[in-house]
């Protein structure tokens, strides 16, 4: 049977995690030999050597920490080498996933009043499930409401404000939520195979927990955001398929699950409409342009003064002073 710690044990002193540690090694020890890997004898005996003297250090791991125990103290520093050793052989698999991913050591949640206990593995797929479904129902919602609206119950000047109003009401703000819900769905088809697999490798990690969430978060305000951006995006090399046959056209609902799925597709393509939208000015450009404008001033006027001079005929002269006042006007 397992080891489990105890984290509220009032007999286990504060001012040590030994006991933790302890509990923690026999744990991952325990899981190694059944999985059938293999652990260092030296490991297998400094572990077991002190799950026996558990209780004695238990009463005594203040003093071997802070006074240096004299019969304790070689033990212990076995252990903590043969702890360090285990712990990196069996990474990413640590105590800490093992219980997260045990129903023993999990809480009641969603059980019916059964009493049935469940993982925090196993809770935050459950949760993750929830939001799946909840984004498949939102997008079969408004398709049907969709379907239902434009064939069956279309507005028309003779209606009157009944059901079929707020049935198009209700159309109207699921449209607007639509685009997020989809990048909600490939948030979760993201994260939830990952989960599984980490469940699978009792791997799952509860400290990532946040993580997760704020994934959700992003994937469901990318879906949204990207579907303002880009209407449809093509697929494929151009010059290969002059004709278009092996060019694919994402539709504005796979972008936003595409989107929800890999929330760095939203960024490049900002940075791609950047790049291609604002002008590439640079400060070579901007120089150059300074020095040109006093170059064409010299010349125009310069040569339009020379003509005025030269000229003989009366209207010429007209001609030349209303070209030199409409350069002084525009410097």
Known sequence: MMPEADFDDSKTPKCSNLSKRVCDAALLLDYALTKGIDVDPATNRAIRAIQQRKQPIDDFDTDIEENGHPEYEQIILKFDEAFRDLSAMMKPVRADTLRATNPKCGRTYMSLGLGT???????????????????????????????????????????????????????????????????????????????????????????????????????????????????????????EAPNGDEIIQLSAPVLAIIAGYNTDFIFQAIERMVAAILPKVGVASAKRAQSDKPSVHKVSVQSLTESLLAATDESDKVIIRSLLESARKNL
């Open 117 to 239: 206990l469940r993982s925090e593995a196993e809770i935050w797929s459950f949760k993750m499930w929830m939001f799946t479904g909840f984004a498949l129902l939102g997008i079969g919602t408004t398709e049907f409401l969709q379907e239902l609206t434009t064939r069956w119950f279309p507005l028309n000047s003779e209606f009157e404000m009944d059901w079929v109003y707020g049935m198009h009401l209700y159309l109207v703000g699921l449209n607007i939520l639509l685009p997020f819900i989809y990048g909600l769905l490939g948030a979760c088809l993201y994260l939830l195979p990952k989960c599984h697999d980490f469940v699978s490798n009792r791997s799952f990690d509860p400290l990532r927990i946040a993580e997760y969430k704020s994934r959700m978060l992003l994937g469901f305000a990318s879906g949204g955001i990207v579907m303002y951006f880009v209407s449809q995006i093509g697929v494929g090399d151009a010059n």
